[in-house]
């Protein structure tokens, strides 16, 4: 079954740049969604199709795909970017939909 | 507005069964893939199955396979998950989520999500 990776863990200090990586087996050839979720709250879709964002979402939040390896990159990032953050794909040789183990984003 | 409220959570003991809700609010809910995703506690996301807008597909995870039935009532405007066997690694706060786009199968993002309902699965 495709797998993705995210590391645990990546801290930033406010107003620098935060990068979250997803890996999996040639990713680049499939589209990546990114969903932010704060404590006690349900998920919350900040990319989608690798690098578009839904109204509302700041355009600070950005994504890019490819190769063996999706980004989420969050600019000038602010205390209230704080949360876990879960990359996702639909894995078409199984017909199931794949999340990454997610990161825990901590503004320093 | 447009709105996803899950309901069925509760205590269960293990080898019982129990049935979730999904009521859609807000939108043709006749037109969009559903699925349920759940989070064990403390832990991360996981898909559980999807439906196409249509019916005419399920899916399920490989964990779940076998002892799960996702169904919807496109006249009621409500998804379902039929839980049987339910095992203690099935506890999870399980939510319902939308596909971004009407008429989408497959690969399509999740934008709309409900607040969850925990099941518990406990003797």
């Known amino acids: 079954s495709y797998v993705l990776t995210q590391p645990p863990s990546v801290s930033v200090a406010p107003g620098k740049t935060a990068r979250i990586t997803c890996g999996g087996n040639?990713?680049?050839?499939?589209?990546v969604h990114w969903y932010q979720q704060k404590p006690g709250q349900a998920p919350v879709l900040v990319i989608y199709?690798?690098?578009d964002r839904p109204s509302g979402i700041p355009e600070r939040f950005s994504g890019s795909n490819s190769g063996n390896t999706a980004t989420l990159t969050i600019s000038r990032v602010e205390a209230g970017d704080e949360a876990d953050y879960y990359c996702?794909?639909?894995?078409?040789?199984?017909?199931?939909?794949?999340f990454g183990g997610g990161t825990k984003l901590t503004v320093l | 507005q447009v709105q996803l409220v899950e309901s069925g959570g509760g205590v269960v003991q293990p080898g019982r069964s129990l049935r979730l809700s999904c009521a859609a609010s807000?939108?043709?809910?006749?037109?969009?893939?559903m699925h349920w995703v759940r989070q064990a506690p403390g832990k991360g996301l996981e898909w559980v199955a999807v439906?196409?807008?249509?019916?005419?597909?399920?899916y399920y995870a490989d964990s779940v396979k076998g002892r799960f039935t996702i169904s919807r009532d496109n006249s009621k405007n409500t998804l379902y998950l039929q839980m049987n066997s339910l095992r203690a690694e099935d506890t999870a706060v399980y939510y319902c989520?939308?596909?971004?786009?009407?008429?989408?199968?497959?690969?399509?993002?999740?934008?709309?999500w409900g607040q969850g309902t925990m099941v518990t699965v406990s003797s």
């Open positions: 989520a939308r596909d971004r786009t009407a008429m989408v199968v497959s690969d399509d993002a999740f934008d709309i």
């Open positions: 807000g939108f043709t809910f006749s037109s969009y893939g």
């Open positions: 439906i196409w807008y249509d019916g005419s597909n399920k």
């Open positions: 040639n990713i680049g050839s499939k589209s």
């Open positions: 199709y690798d690098s």
């Open positions: 996702q794909v639909w894995d078409s040789s199984s017909a199931h939909v794949v």
